[in-house]
């Protein structure tokens, strides 16, 4: 990650005073491909990279989280831009940054949704496989974070924590002035009524 920032870092300070500061999104595109110009990368970032920092805010919920997901995002562009054909950059980036938020979304919940046993034939499972399933999986994802919002405070704080913070029993009791006995509790009861709380949300939901 540190190679792909820096090396970010140096493209965009190249960039600003780059001869293809005046070119299109398509004929940027089109250049890049035809002289693998790292610099390109650079202009797409200036002008594009705070609505994808917007994006990454609104589904990561952590302004940090968001920067290094952008630095990603438009670090793997060096690599993505020659896989696919792209008519409307600006639309493009913006399904191409949601899947990315959405993948590292799904990475924070799959340890949580293995616990809660959750079986391949129900609508908790989320395909992230394939692209076309995006609204599908906000949906799931949504509806994650609202039966977490409905846990009592102990058990949600010690549910995001655990579980979306990556946190460790023992960090979770510097950080919360819980016991050690009090976290195991609010973390296995949390487990138990967020399974019930996500199960009645997608019973309740009329588009399911």
Request: with cysteine.
């Amino acid at each position: 990650m540190l190679f792909s920032y820096f090396s970010l870092k140096i493209v965009l300070q190249l960039s600003s005073t780059n001869k293809y500061s005046s070119y299109s999104d398509n004929d940027l595109i089109n250049t890049f491909l035809e002289k693998d110009d790292n610099n390109i990368v650079g202009i797409l970032y200036e002008r594009y990279g705070h609505l994808v920092l917007g994006l990454c805010i609104k589904y990561l919920k952590n302004k940090d989280e968001a920067q290094d997901a952008v630095i990603q995002i438009f670090t793997g562009l060096m690599k993505d831009l020659k896989k696919h054909k792209i008519e409307f950059f600006k639309s493009w980036l913006y399904v191409y940054s949601k899947n990315f938020c959405l993948m590292e979304l799904r990475k924070r919940q799959s340890m949580l949704k293995k616990e809660l046993e959750l079986k391949e034939n129900v609508h908790l499972i989320m395909d992230f496989s394939n692209p076309e399933h995006l609204n599908e999986k906000e949906k799931q994802i949504v509806i994650m974070e609202k039966a977490i919002e409905l846990l009592n405070v102990e058990q949600k704080k010690c549910i995001d924590l655990f579980y979306l913070k990556n946190k460790s029993y023992i960090e979770i009791v510097d950080m919360t002035g819980y016991t050690a006995n009090e976290v195991k509790s609010h973390i296995q009861n949390g487990k138990r009524n967020l399974k019930l709380k996500m199960e009645i949300l997608i019973n309740e939901d009329p588009n399911k």
